[in-house]
């Protein structure tokens, strides 16, 4: 029990375009699903948290604008990187905590984000 | 501020043991995650610490002591899978959910 899939698990863009990551939650409900990046040999580093039904909390440093996220559902959050550059390349991850198992998080696989 | 230390690298041998260890400085604490973190993929649940004490789960165990901010992870009987990062995570005070990770500690196995 208790997984979380995230879709694509890597994508090539060109710089300018904009890509849109899936993460769901696929045998329980989760209250909350927080975004992750993380560079090279480097920690997590939290983006934003997201709450269904309303607009996510995003970190200190983290662009709303430019990393849109969208929670529709009790298993479903998308993260869109907009108009993405070189920079914005890395591997981006997805956690969601169960709604009667508030203390755990589990992650998604991850998608590798290569911006051309 | 908040802040999570651990060391960077560790090497042990096939079949030893070896103890990774995580001291925590917050406003607060709501407990102690460790998470395992092979090369190129997602982190993975190793155990939850709320109270002092040691949580044998298997060859892991994690022992807390809320009084030092300070916290290890045992691995016994290494293999070469092993081989990975190991995340030390503090669930912070302002939240139930939100979590203050420390950078991790790259463990290399050796025959």
């Known amino acids: 029990g208790a997984v979380v899939s995230q879709h694509p698990s890597w994508v090539i863009c060109k710089s300018g375009t904009s890509v849109k990551i899936e993460c769901r939650s696929l045998?329980?409900?989760?209250?909350?699903m927080f975004w992750y990046r993380q560079f090279p040999k480097q920690s997590l580093m939290l983006m934003a948290t997201s709450n269904e039904g309303s607009k996510a909390t995003y970190e200190q440093g983290v662009e709303k604008d430019k990393f849109l996220i969208n929670h529709a559902s009790l298993t479903l959050s998308t993260l869109t990187v907009t108009s993405a550059h070189p920079e914005d390349s890395s591997f981006y991850i997805c956690?969601?905590?169960?709604?009667?198992?508030?203390?755990?998080?589990?992650f998604g696989p991850g998608t590798r984000l290569t911006v051309t | 501020g908040q802040n999570i230390d651990q060391p960077t690298e560790m090497t042990a041998t096939e079949g030893a043991i070896v103890q990774i260890n995580c001291t925590y400085q917050?406003?607060?604490?709501?407990?102690l995650f460790w998470y395992q973190q092979h090369a190129g993929e997602a982190p993975t649940f190793l155990s939850y610490n709320v109270l002092d004490g040691l949580e044998e789960k298997g060859r892991f165990s994690s022992f807390l002591s809320r009084s030092k901010g300070y916290s290890y992870l045992l691995l016994k009987e290494l293999q070469m899978k092993d081989s990975a990062s190991y995340l030390c995570a503090v669930r912070a005070p302002d939240s139930n959910y939100q979590l203050i990770w420390g950078a991790g500690t790259k463990l290399i196995i050796k025959p």
């Open positions: 045998d329980f409900q989760a209250t909350t």
């Open positions: 956690s969601a905590s169960p709604m009667d198992q508030s203390y755990e998080q589990y």
């Open positions: 917050t406003s607060g604490f709501n407990g």
